[in-house]
């Protein structure tokens, strides 16, 4: 199960290495060893999209990522992210004047030691929502460091359709990647669009943030097909729209794989009229 993003063949169930670093995604994993297991086991699985960015840690899960694979397999892609920065107390920042994200590519090709990237997305939103305005001279920026052949695609995070319009007037958008799942779907307009201009949307906090009643329709549906919450949530998505790709992240050898299995779940008709009954559950 693959999608083409741009000249890319990835897979449409990858793995976000956000979790690799330590608690609230600041400073070092508690066992890099076991870190870097689950990365090397991953890719034996047939992961082949891996989704990071530098200011994870910050610099952990990018040096991490770097010693458990490098060097890189011919068809392992990395995707990374800009357009923010940690402080010393691990506060998020937003770093996005073209300086800034010319410093932060170029931090992302040092610390995985590459050449290239193979897609960076520029984040511009807050965490779960767009934020209003024109992001014309940040895409440009990175729209000049893709034409020195320093990044081979652009994507886009946290935006509206608003800006991801803009963004195609500038420089061909790979993928989108904002907040989604079966249970939040205010984005399903962009879903939609995504598909219909051959763009790859990578929903972010998929199994994240289900209130008490919508975990009980999941563990009912999941008990009824004899899988788990979480498969169920995941291949929901897959499901969704053929242009999803998916990035679960997890520390755990034994979550990875229950992650990757959805990727062979098709759900029945009912219960997908059952867990689209979700979004409006309160």
């Given at each position: 199960m693959t999608y083409r993003m741009g000249d890319l063949e990835l897979g449409r169930l990858g793995y976000g290495a956000m979790q690799l670093a330590g608690p609230g995604v600041f400073g070092p994993p508690k066992d890099r060893d076991a870190a870097i297991t689950v990365l090397r086991t991953a890719v034996e699985l047939g992961v082949n999209h891996i989704d990071t960015a530098d200011f994870y840690g910050p610099h952990v899960t990018n040096e991490i990522?770097?010693?458990?694979?490098?060097?890189?397999?011919?068809?392992?892609?990395?995707?990374?992210?800009?357009?923010?920065?940690?402080?010393?107390?691990?506060?998020?920042?937003?770093?996005?004047?073209?300086?800034?994200?010319?410093?932060?590519?170029?931090?992302?090709?040092?610390?995985?030691?590459?050449?290239?990237?193979?897609?960076v997305n520029l984040r511009v939103g807050g965490f779960d929502a767009p934020e209003p305005g024109s992001i014309a001279d940040k895409f440009a920026a990175l729209a000049e460091l893709r034409s020195q052949g320093l990044i081979r695609h652009l994507g886009l995070s946290t935006v509206s359709a608003g800006q991801l319009a803009e963004a195609r007037t500038i420089a061909p958008v790979v993928t989108v990647q904002n907040m989604?799942?079966?249970?939040?779907?205010?984005?399903?307009?962009?879903?939609?669009?995504?598909?219909?201009?051959?763009?790859?949307?990578?929903?972010?906090?998929?199994?994240?943030?289900?209130?008490?009643?919508?975990?009980?329709?999941?563990d009912t549906v999941a008990k009824r097909l004899e899988t788990t919450p979480l498969s169920v949530a995941l291949a929901w998505l897959l499901q969704r729209s053929p242009n999803i790709l998916l990035i679960p992240g997890t520390a755990s050898v034994a979550h990875l794989r229950e992650n990757v299995a959805a990727a062979d779940l098709t759900l029945p008709d009912d219960a997908v009229a059952e867990l689209n009954t979700l979004s409006g559950t309160a």
């Open positions: 990522i770097r010693e458990a694979l490098r060097p890189y397999p011919a068809d392992l892609h990395i995707v990374t992210k800009v357009g923010a920065v940690r402080d010393a107390s691990g506060a998020w920042l937003h770093a996005r004047s073209p300086e800034q994200l010319r410093d932060q590519v170029h931090d992302n090709l040092r610390r995985l030691g590459v050449d290239a990237l193979d897609v989604y799942n079966v249970a939040r779907r205010d984005d399903d307009a962009m879903v939609d669009l995504s598909a219909s201009q051959g763009i790859a949307y990578v929903p972010y906090f998929p199994l994240g943030g289900f209130t008490g009643l919508q975990s009980a329709v999941l």
